[in-house]
């Protein structure tokens, strides 16, 4: 089956860069995009950017756009997402999930979630 | 960047209750829209997309409808595997955006 493992729990200091991963398996890795959504704490669902694996090519939210970085391995069938300049407020549990189809928008399934915890 | 506002924030019901949850966009952007359940210590889940479309495994008490700048789910029937947070989204402009959410509690 489609599953999507995420590297485990960070903790950095502000002005660090956090590199999640996200491990797919159970189909072709170039046929899907994946996206990154991150979950502050008791706040909402927070959408970040996408990758294509096939070619590579991302779209980012504009509110992370120059500190955001999404990049794949189509050899390990991973995608990584590296966040720079991190910030007390990106705090967050960081979720990677596969598109439905090819592209749509619509996010299913998910990883299991990465919490970055960002503290002096 | 398309603001999703859900109502209400939260509702409390009880097993074989009906629920319907509303979400209204900022502006209109067709039927590029979706619904997701989610459950504390879990990943959330895709329930609807396509305004209507029944995602793979979702059971048929869920239902999705609407069109333009309001859009509904409802739950007929609640079980007590439903009580968790939903949130809408639309997938049609970038940045993709979330609803606030809606937290389906137990009365």
């Known amino acids: 089956q489609v599953q999507l493992v995420q590297s485990g729990a960070e903790v950095k200091k502000p002005g660090a860069s956090v590199k999640v991963s996200c491990k797919t398996s159970g189909y072709t890795f170039s046929d899907y995009f994946i996206h990154w959504v991150r979950q502050a704490p008791g706040q909402g669902l927070e959408w970040m950017g996408r990758?294509?694996?096939?070619?590579?090519?991302?779209s980012y939210a504009q509110k992370f756009q120059g500190r955001v970085t999404v990049t794949r391995d189509t050899s390990i069938s991973t995608v990584y997402m590296e966040l720079s300049r991190l910030r007390s407020d990106d705090t967050a549990l960081y979720y990677c999930?596969?598109?439905?189809?090819?592209?749509?928008?619509?996010?299913?399934?998910w990883g299991q979630g990465t919490l970055v915890t960002v503290s002096s | 960047d398309i603001q999703m506002t859900q109502s209400p924030s939260s509702v409390s019901a009880s097993v074989g209750d009906r629920v319907t949850i509303t979400c209204r966009a900022s502006r209109d952007f067709s039927s590029w829209f979706a619904w997701y359940q989610h459950k504390p210590g879990k990943a959330p889940r895709l329930v609807i997309y396509?305004?209507?479309t029944l995602q793979g495994g979702v059971p048929s008490r869920f239902s999705g409808s609407g069109s333009g700048t309001n859009f509904s789910l409802t739950i007929n029937n609640l079980q007590p595997e439903d009580f968790a947070t939903y949130y809408c989204?639309?997938?049609?402009?970038?940045?993709?955006?979330f609803g606030q959410g809606t937290k389906v509690e137990i009365k």
């Open positions: 989204q639309q997938g049609m402009s970038f940045p993709l955006t």
């Open positions: 999930a596969r598109d439905i189809l090819q592209p749509v928008n619509y996010f299913d399934p």
């Open positions: 990758i294509n694996p096939k070619s590579g090519g991302t």
């Open positions: 396509a305004v209507s």
